[in-house]
């Protein structure tokens, strides 16, 4: 047990993607790309339903609580991880270790949550237009993203605590680029089936719950359009739906993967891509997929926006 507090309180050394020079290169000025682009597209959004008035509506409600969602989700991960990528010291401390892994739990469970509140709402909207204002209404539509919210945060307040307290006397090197539990349970000379259970269960309820909801929710509309709108309108709808269902089947794709995988079927570095695609990849896309290619948002951007970069013009 002295061996293990040692190791804790020296805090770990995350690996990384690579140890190659060019390849730490390439991996940093992808990943920065990426956020970058995470960060402008989030924050465009943001602004952009903040001054439109027409998109004071749910759907952008909650659009802009993603946003929030994916920059703070995305700012937890990639900077650590740019610095670490050009850098000799890639230490990190036992507390810096344990914020990172809340926030990253906080976070990815309240996106699940989040991302089955749109398609519930988007399910309402065209298979029930009629009552959609009295079913989502402003109350509901806080009611909702608290749940999404408080729910995300529960859940790393009983996965944090819990690893922990694990000893890991094995080594302090953990094969990742950042401290998420399945690399941190590897390092345990403990047994860690009881935390293996709790994140299993957690991902049973949240993940799959949520992942069910968003299906169900999409096979209801995809029904109702098939039965309700023309051609043209068909052909639309069911690209709006298809990019929806892609981004959201990545991300919950990536998440079960890593949450409902045995133990002993996991691989470090199958691991990190998997990561890499709901840490960075996701973020990036979830602005250009539900709405930069929306009209209002278009018009917004162009008119309001540029009209406040080029004063000259107005």
Same mark, same amino acid.
């Given at each position: 047990?002295?061996?293990?507090?040692?190791?804790?309180?020296?805090?770990?050394?995350?690996?990384?993607?690579?140890?190659?020079?060019?390849?730490?290169?390439?991996?940093?000025?992808?990943?920065?790309?990426?956020?970058?682009? #995470?960060?402008?597209?989030?924050?465009?959004?943001?602004?952009?339903?903040?001054?439109?008035?027409?998109?004071? #509506?749910?759907?952008?409600?909650? /659009?802009?609580?993603?946003?929030?969602?994916?920059?703070?989700?995305?700012?937890?991960?990639?900077?650590?991880?740019?610095?670490?990528?050009?850098?000799?010291?890639?230490?990190?401390?036992?507390?810096?270790?344990?914020?990172?892994?809340?926030?990253?739990?906080?976070?990815?469970?309240?996106?699940?949550?989040? /991302?089955?509140?749109?398609?519930?709402?988007?399910?309402?909207?065209?298979?029930?237009? /009629?009552?959609?204002?009295?079913?989502?209404?402003?109350?509901?539509?806080?009611?909702?993203?608290?749940?999404?919210?408080?729910?995300?945060?529960?859940?790393?307040?009983?996965?944090?605590?819990?690893?922990?307290?694990?000893?890991?006397?094995?080594?302090?090197?953990?094969?990742?680029?950042?401290?998420?539990?399945?690399?941190?349970?590897?390092?345990?000379?403990?047994?860690?089936?009881?935390?293996?259970?709790?994140?299993?269960?957690?991902?049973?309820?949240?993940?799959?719950?949520?992942?069910?909801?968003?299906?169900?929710?999409?096979?209801?509309?995809?029904?109702?359009?098939?039965?309700?709108?023309?051609?043209?309108?068909?052909?639309?709808?069911?690209?709006?739906?298809?990019?929806?269902? #892609?981004?959201?089947?990545?991300?919950?794709?990536?998440?079960?993967?890593?949450?409902?995988?045995?133990?002993?079927?996991?691989?470090?570095?199958?691991?990190?891509?998997?990561?890499?695609?709901?840490?960075?990849?996701?973020?990036? /896309?979830?602005?250009?997929?539900?709405?930069?290619?929306?009209?209002?948002?278009?018009?917004?951007?162009?008119?309001?926006?540029?009209?406040?970069?080029?004063?000259?013009?107005?």
């Amino acid at each position: 047990m002295e061996n293990s507090n040692q190791t804790s309180q020296r805090g770990f050394i995350l690996l990384g993607l690579s140890d190659v020079p060019h390849l730490q290169i390439i991996f940093f000025f992808l990943f920065l790309f990426m956020y970058l682009m #995470t960060l402008s597209g989030n924050v465009l959004l943001i602004i952009v339903v903040r001054i439109n008035s027409k998109l004071h #509506t749910p759907m952008y409600f909650f /659009l802009s609580n993603l946003s929030m969602i994916d920059i703070c989700f995305s700012s937890t991960i990639v900077p650590k991880m740019l610095l670490n990528t050009l850098s000799e010291d890639r230490s990190i401390s036992l507390v810096g270790c344990g914020i990172q892994m809340f926030f990253h739990m906080a976070l990815g469970a309240s996106e699940c949550i989040l /991302l089955a509140v749109m398609a519930y709402d988007r399910f309402v909207a065209i298979c029930s237009p /009629l009552h959609y204002q009295t079913i989502i209404n402003r109350k509901k539509c806080f009611l909702l993203a608290s749940l999404s919210w408080g729910g995300g945060f529960a859940n790393a307040t009983i996965h944090t605590p819990l690893t922990f307290q694990l000893p890991f006397c094995k080594s302090n090197h953990v094969n990742h680029f950042f401290c998420e539990m399945p690399p941190f349970f590897k390092l345990s000379c403990k047994d860690t089936r009881l935390n293996e259970i709790v994140m299993y269960v957690a991902a049973l309820i949240i993940i799959l719950f949520a992942f069910l909801l968003t299906l169900i929710s999409y096979i209801r509309i995809i029904s109702t359009i098939l039965k309700t709108i023309s051609s043209h309108g068909k052909d639309k709808a069911f690209s709006t739906c298809a990019s929806h269902l #892609t981004v959201v089947s990545l991300y919950y794709g990536t998440i079960i993967f890593m949450y409902l995988k045995p133990r002993t079927a996991y691989s470090p570095e199958i691991g990190k891509i998997m990561s890499i695609l709901y840490t960075a990849v996701t973020p990036m /896309l979830n602005p250009i997929i539900y709405s930069m290619r929306n009209k209002d948002v278009k018009d917004t951007i162009k008119t309001k926006l540029f009209r406040l970069s080029n004063p000259s013009n107005k």
